[in-house]
């Protein structure tokens, strides 16, 4: 008696479900690091925009002020500035972000209070993720006054 049955057996089936499982894997495991690369460059560039704000800001501070203070709060990872302005009054700014923890280290030898008609301010400014704290970035700058006066 001779068959002529067509169709697959139990085993090409089984296969051809192994196959297409290692390949689902490895296609869901792509797209999910792909996915956990773009939040890391989406909060880098975060952490680059809030950075820069803070170093404009304290540019206009050290520009625009007698003398200040500059202290990091460890606990809530920001910034805290204390600043007399050319007409005597005292202010306080707080730069903080529920996503990013600020640090900074002051580079050259300038002690506190800032006096910034006679210092420059070397600054490092690190800010990290405050989920992921191995991403990080750190910016140099340097706080400076424009001399009046000649040359």
Partial sequence: MERDERGLTLIEVLASITILSILGVIIWNVFLQGYKLSQRAVSKNSMIQETNLVITNLTRIHQKSTQYTLSNTGANCEITINYTKMDGTTQTEIYNNPQICFNF???????????????????????????????????????????????
């Fill in 105 to 151: 280290d002051i580079t050259n030898s300038v002690t506190m209070p800032v006096n910034p008609k006679q210092n420059d301010v070397s600054l490092k400014i690190t800010s990290s993720d405050k989920k992921n704290p191995s991403n990080n970035i750190t910016i140099n700058t340097m706080l400076y006054r424009i001399k009046a006066g000649g040359y």
